[in-house]
């Protein structure tokens, strides 16, 4: 059963960091991109960025591009993504996905509030 | 980055309509198109792929079409646990990009 599970959210104060992990189980990890998409309170989804399997290929969105890193240990079966510089409107559930074009398994995303 | 405008944004409709949603893009994206289903506190679930395959386990009831900057999703016959918000997603290109939601409500 493919499985993933997020850590790491929690409350941080402008400008400060914070790194999300994902943990994946029941498929073989470094054969799939894995992708990061967020949603605010109350609001849609927003994708944030992408890996490729090998970690060569790496995509961002603009308003993140320069502030968040996204990467990956195959050994650990863990995706990671490091928010630096953090704003109040990155406050959302930020969701882990596997994408094969189509996001087809999401966790159940990981709460990250950034206010003073 | 591609615009995906979905319509209508909410929509009230009773146990057993027949429900469509429009998705329009902003330029041609192929078939490179998904439909999620998502309830109040749970992730987004995939309904539909490539425009119109059926993910598996996803109830017959639901259909997509469409292919370019057109697309649809079509509930034959709305059930209660039908009730949820409505998202197109494109993977044409990247930056990968959703629609705003369509809420379907119970009338």
């Given at each position: 059963?493919?499985?993933?599970?997020?850590?790491?959210?929690?409350?941080?104060?402008?400008?400060?960091?914070?790194?999300?992990?994902?943990?994946?189980?029941?498929?073989?990890?470094?054969?799939?991109?894995?992708?990061?998409?967020?949603?605010?309170?109350?609001?849609?989804?927003?994708?944030?960025?992408?890996?490729?399997?090998?970690?060569?290929?790496?995509?961002?969105?603009?308003?993140?591009?320069?502030?968040?890193?996204?990467?990956?240990?195959?050994?650990?079966?863990?995706?990671?993504?490091?928010?630096?510089?953090l704003?109040a409107?990155a406050t959302?559930?930020?969701?882990?996905?596997?994408?094969?074009?189509?996001?087809?398994?999401?966790?159940?995303?990981?709460?990250?509030?950034v206010?003073? | 980055?591609?615009?995906?405008?979905?319509?209508?944004?909410?929509?009230?409709?009773?146990?057993?309509?027949?429900?469509?949603?429009?998705?329009?893009?902003?330029?041609?994206?192929?078939?490179?198109?998904?439909?999620?289903?998502?309830?109040?506190?749970?992730?987004?679930?995939?309904?539909?792929?490539?425009?119109?395959?059926?993910?598996?386990?996803?109830?017959?009831?639901?259909?997509?079409?469409?292919?370019?900057?057109?697309?649809?999703?079509?509930?034959?016959?709305?059930?209660?646990?039908?009730?949820?918000?409505?998202?197109?997603?494109?993977?044409?290109?990247?930056?990968?990009?959703?629609?705003?939601?369509?809420?379907?409500?119970?009338?």
């Open positions: 059963e493919v499985q993933l599970v997020e850590s790491g959210g929690g409350l941080v104060q402008p400008g400060g960091s914070l790194r999300l992990s994902c943990a994946a189980s029941g498929f073989t990890f470094s054969s799939f991109a894995m992708s990061w998409v967020r949603q605010a309170p109350g609001k849609g989804l927003e994708w944030v960025s992408v890996i490729s399997g090998s970690g060569h290929s790496i995509y961002y969105a603009d308003s993140v591009k320069g502030r968040f890193t996204i990467s990956r240990d195959n050994s650990k079966n863990t995706l990671y993504l490091q928010m630096s510089s704003r409107e959302a559930v930020y969701f882990c996905a596997r994408e094969v074009g189509a996001f087809d398994y999401w966790g159940q995303g990981a709460l990250v509030t206010s003073s | 980055a591609i615009q995906l405008t979905q319509s209508p944004s909410s929509l009230s409709a009773s146990v057993g309509d027949r429900v469509t949603i429009t998705c329009r893009a902003s330029q041609g994206i192929s078939s490179d198109l998904a439909w999620y289903q998502q309830k109040p506190g749970k992730p987004p679930k995939l309904l539909i792929y490539d425009a119109s395959s059926l993910e598996s386990g996803v109830p017959s009831r639901f259909s997509g079409s469409g292919s370019g900057t057109d697309f649809t999703l079509t509930i034959s016959s709305l059930q209660p646990e039908d009730f949820a918000t409505y998202y197109c997603q494109q993977f044409n290109i990247y930056p990968r990009t959703f629609g705003q939601g369509t809420k379907v409500e119970i009338k």
